[in-house]
């Protein structure tokens, strides 16, 4: 028999790039790493240096299960048969070979992107029922490539754990073909060996044919729909055998909500001698593709799901539509005082109405449009925007006036009654410029100093760099300044104060 060649040092397991072990040819070699492992097979990742190209090394101890020459010169047949399988539901068998000193049967195989299927139904639980139907078909396709083999290969272990995935082709493969029998003469064997959960109740009478595997694949379609071990309910394995053998399902069965899924789990559960074949089984309506199922198996999707949608709909608006506002001015003859109205309809709720002195000897259009764009959170206008409408409403109210620079005059701010006034500024008598604004309309500035009062008057004061803020309930009465009804107390440049009413 061949040997494969161990590498026992460490030293040298690391000049060898870090192979453990390498097969007889010299061309597959595994590393430590396991990629799994179960009862009595361990898989390590390998590589085909030939190809460079990462594979499955599976290892099988082989303890009892050889008992003499003869049991390991059929085995070596059954398996080398398996190396010329060539099906798309089937996994890529390279080659095998048995150690006969380590008492192993070992196999290299194609390796899977997304382990088994089990691992996979764990990892994504909310499966559609057509994607099982696209599996069921995989496997069951596979399996009747095998047992149409002359002689016929029965797979014997059957279950999710050996059907493998690459899941971003949505493909599964049957695996672990290491213990399966080649049925000659009498086409009956004779061994049990299997997972009992996933075993027909005459395998344990040792007589058996290749239905034993669709039996199986029942249960693996269960387990699929459910993502429900078989008899997961039971203890031990005699109770597994005491359900089996007496006919009776597993609970995971009841469980199945699709009526025509359980019809056809039920189907494969069926005593041996009422048991169909694989191949009748690819007949049967629960794994029929319906019209569109066979058409988008055929033809690639569409590269938009909504094709419909055209160029023009895809264009950004270069000019969405913005905060509504208006500026109007009025002036005041008896003493050249002008106030400005800002009307402003936001996009959500009421339209609010902002009213301010414009000092024409201090102020200038453009600084008191940045303030505005500051203090009212003003986005989508430009201050060169507000600052022209401005200038066009205080040129029509005062014709020759023009933009200009003079000294600011300052004056002192008193304030008495402090219990009528909020401060949200560093000092309530700096010196101000008396340009500001006045609203009509907001929420409480205690909690939302930036927000608008409701049922209130507020003048912003500008203070250089500062802004102080002063609100008084309407029909409060101050020196400085009287909301009744939109009553503005103010100071002109020369010290003195008066006040404006605006209606």
């Known amino acids: ?144 490539y095998l047992h149409d083999n002359d002689p016929p290969v029965i797979h014997r272990d059957l279950k999710c754990d050996n059907i493998f995935v690459n899941g971003h082709l949505g493909q599964v493969k049957i695996g672990d073909l290491g213990l399966a029998a080649i049925l000659r003469g009498s086409r009956i064997a004779h061994s049990v060996i299997g997972t009992p959960e996933f075993m027909a109740p005459e395998l344990y009478e040792e007589n058996y044919n290749e239905l034993v595997d669709v039996y199986s694949f029942g249960m693996c379609v269960l387990e699929m729909l459910t993502s429900e071990y078989p008899y997961s309910e039971c203890a031990n394995p005699a109770q597994i055998y005491k359900k089996v053998t007496s006919g009776k399902r597993p609970r995971a069965f009841y469980k199945v909500q699709d009526l025509e899924a359980q019809r056809f789990i039920g189907i494969c559960l069926e005593t041996a001698s009422k048991r169909l074949s694989a191949k009748e089984l690819m007949d049967d309506p629960f794994l029929a593709l319906d019209d569109d199922e066979r058409h988008r198996k055929l033809a690639p999707q569409k590269p938009f799901l909504n094709d419909t949608v055209g160029v023009d709909d895809l264009r950004l608006n270069r000019n969405p539509p913005r905060t509504n506002m208006t500026i109007t001015g009025k002036l005041n003859p008896e003493d050249d005082t002008i106030f ?88 309530s008598s700096s010196p101000v410029s008396f340009s ?17 009062l409701q049922g209130r008057h507020v003048m912003l004061i500008r203070t250089g760099k500062q802004t102080s803020m002063f609100w008084s309930k309407r029909g409060d009465n101050h020196k400085n300044i009287n909301c009744n009804p939109l009553r503005v107390d103010y100071f002109d440049l020369h010290g003195g104060h008066g006040h404006y009413e605006i209606n």
């Open 436 to 452: 500001g604004l006045v609203t009509s309309q907001g929420t409480d500035a205690r909690t939302h100093s930036g927000d608008w």
């Open 340 to 427: 400005l109205k800002v009307q402003i309809a936001d996009k959500e709720g009421p339209a609010r109405n902002v009213y301010f002195p414009f000092d024409i000897v201090s102020d200038t259009p453009v600084d008191v449009a940045n303030e505005m764009v500051k203090e009212l959170e003003i986005s989508d206008w430009e201050p060169s925007e507000i600052a022209d409408m401005i200038d066009g409403e205080i040129s029509g109210l005062v014709p020759h006036w023009k933009w200009g620079h003079s000294q600011l005059a300052h004056c002192n701010f008193l304030e008495d009654d402090e219990d009528h006034f909020y401060s949200f500024s560093s000092s």
């Open 1 to 144: 028999m061949n040997r494969g060649r161990w590498r026992e040092s460490s030293n040298e397991a690391d000049g060898d790039h870090g192979y453990v072990e390498t097969d007889p040819s010299g061309r597959y070699a595994r590393f430590e790493e396991v990629l799994g492992k179960g009862a009595m097979k361990t898989v390590y990742r390998a590589i085909d240096e030939v190809l460079g190209m990462e594979v499955a090394w599976s290892q099988v101890k082989l303890h009892d299960l050889l008992r003499s020459p003869e049991d390991l010169q059929r085995l070596y047949s059954e398996v080398h048969l398996l190396s010329t399988l060539n099906h798309d539901s089937i996994m890529w068998f390279y080659t095998s070979w048995i150690d006969v000193d380590q008492r192993t049967f070992n196999f290299i195989t194609e390796m899977f992107t997304s382990g088994t299927l089990r691992e996979y139904r764990k990892k994504y639980k909310k499966v559609d029922i057509r994607a099982i139907k696209v599996w069921a078909r995989q496997i069951l396709e596979g399996l009747v």
